[in-house]
């Protein structure tokens, strides 16, 4: 454990619901990983257990220094922005980045959960297309791209927000056709793009 001092900055994101938290320690190493209030911290450690437990929170997001923080729209961020800042700055020291929980196998939260991946040769390649395209501004947003499945002979590709991105109405537009349109231009001229979230109720 060390006492060197944690920086902790705060950035709004395009989704009012959401903000990025930004610190100088490790958060997570890896891929990107949420917690949501209706499943719990999965033991993730007192850093994640005392923030999803704050009143309005409804989820996390971890990914490399960042925290993203989505509430259910009727919280105070200048309230939350406080209590926040202060749970990361007591708890972040002894946080695991690298403590990845279970699968979800409660049916609780099924809208919310990630469906299971479907792996395939096609889904490396668009994969490779959108992190040198999209997946840098949806990072810089606070949110995190999932890719689902490819159906060959649909050339149906399916989707899932997390972070900040998953109740913004971007996401399910702007977002949604740029990242169809570039996958048509690199990748496959039939491409649609469908998203297994429910709708954001904005």
């Known amino acids: 454990m060390t006492d060197t001092p944690i920086d902790i900055s705060i950035e709004l ?22 917690y949501r209030k209706k499943t719990g911290p999965f033991e ?6 005392h923030i999803l437990e704050l009143d309005h929170v409804d989820e996390i997001l971890l990914r490399g220094n960042v925290v993203t923080i989505s509430q259910d729209g009727t919280g105070s961020w200048y309230l939350l922005e406080t209590v926040i ?12 980045p690298d403590y990845t929980p279970p699968p979800v196998t409660s049916e609780i939260d099924s809208e919310a959960a990630c469906p299971a991946v479907v792996p395939s040769p096609q889904l490396d390649i668009i994969g490779e ?10 990072d810089a947003h606070g949110g995190a791209l999932k890719l689902i499945s490819f159906d060959t002979e649909s050339h149906l590709l399916t989707v899932f927000y997390q972070g900040a991105c998953s109740t913004c109405p971007s996401s399910f537009g702007m977002t949604l056709s740029a990242i169809q349109n570039i996958l048509r231009d690199q990748f496959d001229p039939l491409l649609q793009v469908t998203i297994a979230n429910p709708a954001p109720n904005m």
């Open 44 to 49: 993730g450690g007192p850093l994640v257990t």
């Open 85 to 96: 800042s202060a749970i990361i700055e007591k708890y972040l020291r002894e946080h695991d």
């Open 13 to 34: 994101t395009p989704n009012p619901r959401s903000r990025k938290f930004i610190t100088s320690q490790k958060l997570r190493r890896g891929d990107a990983i949420v």
């Open 129 to 138: 297309i959108l992190d040198e395209t999209v997946t840098p501004y949806i």
